[in-house]
């Protein structure tokens, strides 16, 4: 199994910070103060318990009235930001009556020569028991994923009314650096030369690197050197766009779920109906286990496991198999006595019985989406009659204004273009109004071609060396490759050409490996779930080897993100992905319409 970048910056937060302080005088005892952006530092990879069971007494963000305890030492965590500091400074303006008894600062990245010059003049300064800059500023969202929480980085980098995007970049690049920082590594750098952009950040990350290594002598990188690859969303325009039906995907797409909190009515025992807000993450092993699984295999392995585990129970009453996901929901609300694991399977059977509902709706677009996106139909033919399907779905009056939004682009991007008479006459089917064709015109800043036979920039793309799997792959509606994957794929087989893919610095020389060479499954295997109840230990291999870190300016999927533990799995190596943020269809249109106002 791959490292897990979660545990990683859990073990960081605590070992490197937390457990460091202990008070003597308040027998270990201590606050922990917080900024918003710290606060979701930790929040992604740490639990509140796991921060109260090293003796921290209360976490409160420091933008927050809060009770002085000058008693008890704080620990402060903070981004080193001008707000922060000031914030940090206005705890202990008065002499005779500070916040708390000592300062152990601990900064996410450097902090920049005014605010330590504004700091070391300020009273606070006598409290400071402990500086530190840890390195630590992005999200481990998941084992294998990561971002930056930068959400209008589309708006920032690539629209022309961006006034000045070198700010941004250089962000960018600090986290990055912070990243392979946690990572114990210090990467070989390539870039995309899709959009120069991708060679901006890369530069950028590659002098703050060396900076690192010049001045941090306690950094001791990793021998067998990893590779940073930095591409940007002009590579593949069109995945934010396409339905995807894997659980994670399907489920962020088509319900309102902010920060991972899904909330849905459940009917108690008794008749009553309850609300119920849920974490949707790694700490719940049914969703790792589940979140990269088509919604049809999510449907059947539960109620499957739901049949064993009432089996291994004992539970004689239902001996028969349950069936649906309706009757299995049913049969969770009817054993109380099995509260804790009954609880996880009635959020998952809801869920996955909500997002199965929404498929029939979606089918025929779907094919549609498919054909468009890989130029094929599911037997590896010219697709028939796109035309009228499209023709077809844009004039249905009851189909989503969203939906036909992002069928249209689709459609504009595989064809390299339409002509502007068809343009007029499909934006007017679809009804779609000429303020929202904005976003239609602003695909030009991701280096789409609009104009049917127009001059453009030839999209960058990776060699294929996968053989057509049309007979292989179980589900029709998932048959389209993110780019990202067969990008990812070339560069663990050396086979991704320099020359579009270049090297920061020199090309290192070559190195044998012994990675396989076999192209993965579209779709990879059906497979059972890798779930595992926590309590049975079971032994997994760590890889080992050179990682490979893959980033994406502005914006990464969750197909994307699906992509890539396919990958890691197959090749049996320490891959990850992160990006600026999480881009979802929706946001994804809204930020386009920003690009630029016509």
């Known amino acids: 199994m791959a490292t897990s970048l979660r ?100 900064l996410t990245s450097k902090l920049p020569d005014v605010e330590f ?50 700010e941004e970049q250089a962000k960018i690049a600090t986290r990055l650096v912070s990243l392979c920082v946690s990572l114990n590594e210090c990467p070989i750098i390539r870039f995309s030369r899709s959009h120069p952009v991708s060679a901006m950040i890369a530069g950028f990350t590659q002098e703050k690197l060396d900076n690192v290594m010049r001045t941090v002598k306690s950094f001791k990188p990793n021998d067998d050197r990893s590779t940073l690859l930095i591409l940007d969303r002009t590579q593949d325009p069109l995945a934010p766009l396409i339905h995807e039906f894997s659980y994670q995907a399907m489920v962020y797409d088509l319900f309102d779920i902010e920060n991972d909190k899904f909330s849905f009515d459940t009917v108690t025992n008794a ?15 049914m969703w790792a286990g589940l979140r990269h699984q088509h919604i049809a295999d999510v449907s059947t ?84 009659n796109v035309t009228g399907r499209l023709s077809n779905y844009l004039s249905d009056f009851s189909a989503e204004k969203y939906n036909k939004i992002r069928l249209l682009m689709m459609y504009i991007i595989s064809q390299d273009g339409i002509k502007e008479e068809d343009r007029r006459r499909l934006m007017e089917m679809a009804g ?48 389209y490759v993110p780019v990202v994957k067969d990008i990812a794929e070339n560069i663990i087989n050396e086979t991704l050409p320099s020359t579009d893919f270049p090297f920061v610095k020199e090309e290192p020389i070559a190195r044998a490996t012994n990675a396989p060479v076999s192209k993965v499954s579209l779709k990879g295997k059906s497979k059972q779930p890798r779930w595992a ?48 943020n999480i881009l979802l269809p929706k946001k994804y249109i809204d930020q386009l319409l920003t690009l630029k106002n016509e």
């Open 432 to 479: 779609i109004s000429q303020s929202e064709q904005n976003a239609f015109t602003n695909l030009r800043y991701l280096g789409v071609t609009l104009m049917k036979g127009a001059k453009g920039k030839k999209p960058i793309s990776p060699p294929k060396n996968r053989k057509s799997e049309s007979g292989n792959v179980p589900y029709e509606v998932s048959r």
């Open 7 to 106: 545990e990683l910056c859990k073990d960081r937060i605590l070992n490197e910070m937390v457990r460091t302080i202990t008070p003597e005088a308040s027998n270990g005892w201590k606050a922990l103060i917080v900024d918003q952006d710290s606060l979701r530092i930790i929040s992604a990879c740490c639990g509140m318990f796991d921060i109260m069971e090293e003796k921290v007494t209360v976490v409160e963000k420091i933008d927050n009235p809060r009770q002085r305890l000058p008693n008890l030492e704080a620990i402060y965590f903070l981004t080193p930001t001008a707000q922060s500091i000031d914030l940090l400074i206005n705890d202990f303006k008065k002499k005779s009556s500070p916040h708390y008894l000592a300062i152990h600062l601990f």
């Open 117 to 166: 010059k504004k700091l070391s003049a300020s009273l606070a300064v006598h409290r400071i028991k402990t500086f530190k800059e840890i390195n630590l500023e992005f999200l481990a969202i998941e084992s294998q994923s990561f971002h930056f929480d930068q959400n209008n980085t589309l708006f920032q980098l690539f629209s022309p009314d961006s006034i000045d995007p070198t």
């Open 301 to 384: 392995n539960l109620t499957t496991r739901l049949d064993e585990f009432l089996k291994t129970n004992q539970v004689s009453q239902y001996g028969q198999h349950t069936g649906s996901l309706k009757e299995a929901g049913e049969v969770v609300r009817s054993l109380p006595q099995y509260q804790e694991m009954m609880g996880k399977y009635s959020v998952h059977i809801n869920l996955a019985d909500r997002a199965s509902a929404k498929f029939p709706e979606l089918e025929q677009l779907a094919y549609l989406e498919q054909d468009l996106a890989t130029g094929e139909d599911s037997n590896g033919n010219s697709p028939k």
């Open 533 to 580: 109840d926590p309590n049975v230990q079971v032994e997994e291999t760590k890889y080992s080897g050179s990682k490979l870190i893959i980033f994406v300016i502005g914006g990464m999927t969750y197909s994307e993100m699906r992509s890539i533990y396919e990958l890691s799995s197959h090749y049996k190596k320490n891959i990850y992905i992160g990006s600026t």
């Open 271 to 285: 008749g009553a109906t309850l609300k119920k807000d849920v974490l949707l993450g790694e700490t719940d092993y």
